[in-house]
């Protein structure tokens, strides 16, 4: 079971706006960051957001992040296709003597 | 080229030992820790431990603690992920990832391609 709680999964039409939580407590989202990672199915997991709400460069703004509390929250607004995938969300938690803890995924099925 | 190029698949049986190996180039290596992640067939992300290439200094998951080593040869910017005696439960992809921003802003930006690590007798 993961530190970080995920949706399983979720669904959406193209063109619609769907968004994905993350609970989790106040040793890792109460107090750090919280960064989001996009799988796509077969290839390795790729920075889409960090420190909350940051893009990189070369993620469309489509994507946003957010947190409140011990929660955090991605959204995806002008649903594509290819935007089908695993989504993890990832923290530093303080307990433990330090580690970092991923949210289950959530698997979006552009439908 | 910022990448991380991680070693190739391996075909293992019980109780043999492994190291598969991530190498960093593009970007000055020791100046940021290095992530050992699993993700076992159809599930999750799991953090395994982490490596100040600097230093070598190591924390692992305390799921991992004991059963995996971490260390880092600076002379070739490469990290490893190593197992004395492997278990069928060890079957996954072994990603590494390199960990950047400031204190308590980190995240992964940069991973590796991941190793697919079998283990059947």
């Known amino acids: 079971q993961s530190v970080l709680t995920q949706p399983p999964s979720t669904s959406g039409t193209p063109g619609q706006r769907v968004t994905i939580s993350c609970s989790g407590s106040?040793?890792?989202?109460?107090?750090?960051?919280v960064s989001w990672y996009l799988q796509l199915p077969g290839t390795a997991p790729k920075l889409l957001i960090y420190n909350n709400n940051q893009r990189p460069s070369g993620v469309p703004d489509r994507f946003s992040g957010s947190k409140s509390g011990t929660s955090a929250s991605l959204a995806i607004s002008g649903l594509q296709s290819e935007d089908e995938a695993d989504y993890y969300c990832a923290a530093w938690d303080d307990s433990l003597n330090g580690r970092w803890v991923f949210g289950g995924g959530t698997k979006l099925t552009v439908l | 080229e910022v990448q991380l190029v991680q070693s190739g698949a391996e075909v293992k049986k019980p109780g043999e030992s492994l190291r598969i190996s991530c190498t960093g180039s593009?970007?000055?290596?020791?100046?940021?820790?290095i992530t050992w992640v699993r993700q076992m067939p159809g599930k999750g992300l799991e953090w395994m431990g982490r490596?100040?290439?600097?230093?070598?200094?190591?924390n692992y998951s305390p799921s991992f603690q004991g059963h995996v080593t971490i260390s880092v040869d600076k002379s070739t910017s490469t990290a490893f992920l190593q197992w004395s005696s492997l278990r069928a439960s060890d079957t996954a992809i072994y990603y590494c990832?390199?960990?950047?921003?400031?204190?308590?802003?980190?995240?992964?930006?940069?991973w590796g391609r991941g190793t697919l690590v079998i283990v059947s007798s």
């Open positions: 490596i100040d290439p600097k230093d070598s200094w190591t």
């Open positions: 106040r040793s890792n989202i109460g107090i750090n960051t």
């Open positions: 990832a390199k960990r950047s921003g400031p204190h308590r802003r980190w995240y992964f930006d940069l």
């Open positions: 593009g970007y000055s290596f020791t100046s940021y820790w």
